[in-house]
Every structure is written in C-alpha cells, then in structure tokens.
Nanobody
Framework: QVQLVESGGGLVQPGGSLRLTCAISQNIFDIYQVAWYRQAPGRHREVVAR???????QYSGSVQGRFTISREIPQNTVSLQMNNLKLEDTAVYYC?????????WGQGTQVTVSS
C-alpha cells in the first residue's frame, strides 16, 4: 500500500506561482510513473504532467511551458512548480502513482487562482 500526501495548494492571483509537493511512502526510484492530475468543478479529471521512471516528463498542452514536474528521489517526493497561473488553472490537484501493480491517489489539494 502506497500512501500519498499532497501539500502546497492555496489562493494565488493570476500570474502568480505555487509549488505543490507529494510525499510518497515508497521509494520513488522503483515507481513506474508519477503524475499530477486536476479536476475543476463540473469537469472530468485530467492529467497535467507525468514523469516516467526514465525521467521523461510530459505535459498537457494547457500547462506546457508554465508547469514543471520533478522527482526528488532522496526525499521520496514529487513536485509540481506552477508559474504564470491562470484563472483556468483553478482546480483540485491530485498526485498519482503507478507502480505497475497498482495505481494510487492522494487526497487532493485545492488551487484557486483569483484576482
């Protein structure tokens, strides 16, 4: 059983930045894929960024160039640096881990972009 705990959400003005962190209870060096998803009110959950075991990050088109996903292996954390935030980035953000055997989700953290 892998446990995920997200932190770092909050309220920010358009153009601002936030950094989300996901603490993972398992050695992330052995994990196949870690990812960040988000779900806005009335919308389906969507992938924002993912990073594979060979350190190949991928991003959705809506965040490309603004968001950066990274793995901090010694700390067993995965972070999402979000810059130049827009109103449409408002959502609950979820950490996701795929171990090949199973998939795990964090509880989510709220990000609100508002002026």
């Amino acid at each position: 059983q892998v446990q995920l705990v997200e932190s770092g959400g909050g309220l920010v003005q358009p153009g601002g930045s936030l950094r989300l962190t996901c603490a993972i209870s398992q050695n992330i060096f052995d994990i196949y894929q870690v990812a960040w998803y988000r779900q806005a009110p009335g919308r389906h959950r969507e992938v924002v960024a993912r990073i594979l075991e060979k350190n190949q990050p991928q991003y959705s088109g809506s965040v490309q160039g603004r968001f950066t996903i990274s793995r901090e292996i010694p700390q067993n954390t995965v972070s999402l640096q979000m810059n130049n935030l827009k109103l449409e980035d408002t959502a609950v953000y979820y950490c996701n881990v795929d171990t090949r055997q199973d998939v795990y989700w964090g509880q989510g953290t709220q990000v609100t972009v508002s002026s």
